[in-house]
């Protein structure tokens, strides 16, 4: 399990502008009815961001997500897995997540992905960028993939290998496509050095744009509000999404592949 319902992220500094924000249901190419939230700047400065949630699907931590990354300039929309299973209304904190995530199809989510990227265009917005964190992290690192067509992917300890017997990132390597930047807990306890060295070893191979920062002494979910031991990782972390996203709006910044270790 990841971030609590109850859980808030960390927050940037002041907004650069209003927010407004509505609770949707977007529909998939399958004819899934699936929920979403959808928070709009009042003055749209950058990239719109496409927000995979971890292994609990939509809750209010990534709501409140939305509305920080909006304050800032972004329209941003996160979906739910969950459509095909448990319908479009909110739930509950006693909600069997797990039992649900056993039941979605990689050929499910791609829709999905699809749709809320369809959604996000519709809006407006030029550039597409996805930001996941855990089972959404991973899911973001597959969102390069080029049928997606998406400007960049951001995911925050996102596993990137073998999972379950399923290809990652990691194996898809050769058909991903930057910019991507990767952000891991170096004591992260289910991602290890080596699965995360692994990942970053394929995209170079592969010609793919990309960052891997990992915060020493970090865990698993370290972004979060109520985490002040990981403050500083979590402000570098904000700071450097805003900054990729804004290289995405600015088009064509980022030019050679690169990895980086955040040390102490």
């Known amino acids: 399990m990841c971030h609590d319902a109850d859980a808030a992220p960390p927050l940037y500094g002041s907004p650069i502008t209003t927010t407004s924000s509505e609770r949707a249901v977007l529909t998939s190419a399958d004819g899934t009815r699936f929920a979403a939230f959808l928070s709009r700047p009042g003055r749209t400065t950058g990239a719109g961001v496409l927000v995979l949630p971890d292994n609990r699907g939509l809750s209010a931590f990534y709501e409140r997500l939305t509305e ?16 095909r299973t448990a319908g479009t209304e909110s739930r509950g904190p006693g909600f069997p997540s797990m039992e649900h995530l056993g039941k979605v199809t990689r050929a499910g989510l791609y829709a999905d992905i699809e749709a809320g990227a369809g959604r996000l265009r519709a809006e407006g917005c030029d550039a597409v960028v996805s930001l996941g964190f855990c089972f959404g992290g991973r899911l973001a690192f597959m969102s390069a993939l080029s049928r997606f067509r998406l400007d960049g992917a ?5 596993y990137p290998g073998v999972l379950f017997g399923s290809d990652g990132p990691t194996q898809m390597a050769p058909d ?21 060295a692994e990942f970053g070893a ?29 403050a500083e990782a979590s402000a570098d972390a904000w700071s450097r999404v805003l900054a990729f996203l804004g290289e995405m709006t600015a088009r064509g910044d ?8 955040k040390q102490d």
């Open 68 to 83: 920080r990354l909006a304050e800032q300039g972004h329209p941003a929309l996160a979906i739910d897995y969950f459509g």
């Open 154 to 158: 951001i995911g925050l300890y996102g």
């Open 176 to 196: 991903l496509t930057g910019p991507i930047l990767g952000m891991f807990g170096g004591a992260d306890e289910g991602i290890s050095p080596e699965v995360i």
């Open 202 to 230: 394929a995209l170079e191979g592969a010609g793919v744009e990309h960052e891997i920062v990992i915060y020493p002494g970090a865990p698993h979910s370290f972004f979060e509000l109520d985490k002040p031991d990981y």
């Open 254 to 261: 980022l030019t050679s592949p690169r990895a980086v270790t």
